[in-house]
């Protein structure tokens, strides 16, 4: 799977994709991910991205230019890329979302910067726009970046051990059982007896209890009526 991103800042985004399981993905080519400068497709002496916005008000607005020409470029030699630009105004990005976007084969992400983006982007040039939170970041990079994580993680061979996306919060819905490893009593805390017993059936119900009283408790609104 392939992420081009689009960013002015693309300084702030080389550091973690650097870094562990993004890094081991990449060397194995499972997945390639570009940091692009968006001030690459500018054409003055500034590399000018932003301008003021027309009607007046605070703030600057990202220009069209740079990114309509990126886009394009990107797309000549993979026409059915799909284009997800990161805004506080997208649908919010969870871990259904993140499945989607794993069926993709090449994403490219516009990170958005500044009071906002030349509303003819989001008319001619995006297919999705995510955001990951109510709440407003400076800019989308560090939201792309989390998708660009939450979703490579899912590739096929990304997660050393095959289970390891399977057995964890949201797969199915709830939240994640408690896990404890050695040693089994920690300053006179114990690990819960029913772990230490060998007994895989008890210990599965064991841990479907927890995932269920832990989501009841604190995300009440992942479980279905029937479910609490
Ligand atoms: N840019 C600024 N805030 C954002 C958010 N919450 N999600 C995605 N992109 C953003």
Redesign the pocket.
Known sequence: MKFDILTILPEMLRGPLDESILKRAQEKQLVEICVRNLRDWTHDKHRTTDDRPFGGGPGMVMKPEPIFEAVEELKRSSPGAWVVM???Q?RRFDQQAARGLATREHVIMIC?HYEGVDERVREALVDEE????????T??AL?AMVVVDATARLVPGVLGHADSAKDESFSDGWLEYPQYTRPAEYRSMAVPEVLLSGDHAVIAAWRQEQSRQRTRRQRPDLMKDDEK
């Open positions: 990161l805004t506080p997208g958005g995510i955001s990951i939170g109510d709440y407003v970041l800019n989308g939201a």
